[in-house]
Nanobody, 127 residues
């Protein structure tokens, strides 16, 4: 599985941005697609996830209600629509794919559960 993330950029506080993550290769093996972010000097943080079997989505508490994950199956692409962005959300955003299944959904909130990663795209929220 290969992942290609794109769509990052600079926006003012309160602005919106949509990130894309195109998957290729053995995409039928993907159980969950996740979005993470990492700010300078901080650990990689879970943002949200899309579950392939039932199109369910889960979000971190900090972004719920402002961020939305959608998928275009024909393009093997997932999107992260981000609204009302805050300066503290400046980070490199990564998409990831997990082929393993876990009994607990919360396992997918952990970066180590994902085997495949995109290259990351920078999001800067600043006036």
């Amino acid at each position: 599985v290969q992942l290609q993330a794109s769509g990052g950029g600079a926006v003012p506080p309160g602005g919106s941005l949509t990130l894309s993550c195109a998957a290729s290769g053995c995409t039928s093996d993907i159980a969950v697609m996740g979005w993470f972010r990492q700010a300078p000097g901080k650990a990689r943080e879970f943002v949200g996830a899309y579950f392939s079997n039932d199109a369910r989505t889960k979000y971190a508490d900090s972004v719920r209600g402002r961020f939305t994950i959608t998928r275009d199956g024909a393009k093997n692409t997932i999107y992260l629509q981000m609204n009302s962005l805050k300066p503290e959300e400046t980070a490199v955003y990564y998409c990831a794919a997990a082929t393993r299944t876990f009994a607990s959904i919360r396992q997918y909130y952990i970066a180590g559960s994902y085997e495949y990663w995109g290259q990351g795209t920078q999001v800067t929220v600043s006036s």
